[in-house]
């Protein structure tokens, strides 16, 4: 389960280099699909999230393959990480200066 989005993410890549498709858009968003720079499943599989050029941190439920949480930042994001323990922690970094610890269950940013 955990290599269908990134399957997903390679498939629409190729197609779109190759010319089989004209637009690529996340389909749970409807947004053009950039670059994408990190991605990472959270340690008791229910959510994975990925980060890259459009400034987004996205959340993912899943067993739903469904978009549950997006958190916008100024610059690209370039990593994150899901704490190993605590299942609402997640590390980010991006290439600006908006780096810190996110709470996704009371949406707080801590900044480091």
Do not use: C
């Not at 469904?66 to 994001?77: G, I, N, R, T, W």
């Amino acid at each position: 389960m955990r290599y269908i989005p990134i399957l997903i993410i390679l498939i629409l890549r190729l197609n779109l280099a190759y010319g089989q498709i004209e637009v690529s858009k996340d389909l749970a968003t409807n947004k053009a699909l950039e670059g994408i720079w990190t991605i990472d499943w959270r340690f008791d599989d229910k959510f994975y999230a990925l980060g890259g050029d459009d400034k987004l941190l996205r959340i993912y439920s899943a067993s739903e393959m469904k978009l549950f949480k997006a958190y916008s930042f100024s610059q690209m994001v370039r990593s994150i990480n899901w704490h190993p323990d605590k299942e609402n922690i997640i590390a980010v970094t991006t290439w600006g200066d908006n780096n810190g610890i996110l709470d996704i269950e009371t949406n707080k940013f801590i900044p480091t």
